[in-house]
């Protein structure tokens, strides 16, 4: 059975930083292009990043861009996401996301966890 948990989310001040982690189990972690998908109160989900099986890729989204960082850990198959500069607009529920094989990045997604929470307020 696929499972990816998230964990890390929080509350955090504008400008502040947190590193999301995403713990995958149930398929071969390193065969996957995996993505960080995020949905804020109200809104559809939005597309944060993605990066390729081996790590050697990644790419990011226009709003994200130069503040996130996504990377792997294919020995503790393990994704993570570091964020820092946060803003306000980057509340949301943070969720990773497993990439059908050949769809590239984005991709399209068959499996995603439950997500953690991330609050930027003062």
């Known amino acids: 059975e696929v499972q990816l948990v998230e964990s890390g989310g929080g509350l955090v001040q504008p400008g502040g930083s947190l590193r999301l982690s995403c713990a995958a189990s149930?398929?071969?972690?390193?065969?996957?292009?995996m993505s960080w998908v995020r949905q804020a109160p109200g809104k559809g989900l939005e597309w944060v990043s993605g990066?390729?099986?081996?790590?050697?890729?990644?790419r990011y989204a226009d709003s994200v861009k130069g503040r996130f960082t996504i990377s792997r850990d294919n020995a503790k198959n393990t994704l993570y996401l570091l964020m820092n500069s946060l803003k306000p607009e980057d509340t949301a529920v943070y969720s990773c996301?497993?990439?059908?094989?050949?769809?590239?990045?984005?991709?399209?997604?068959?499996?995603w966890g439950q997500g953690t929470q991330v609050t930027v307020s003062s």
């Open positions: 149930g398929f071969t972690f390193s065969s996957y292009a």
């Open positions: 990066i390729t099986s081996g790590g050697e890729s990644t």
């Open positions: 996301a497993r990439i059908i094989r050949g769809s590239g990045l984005p991709g399209k997604y068959d499996y």
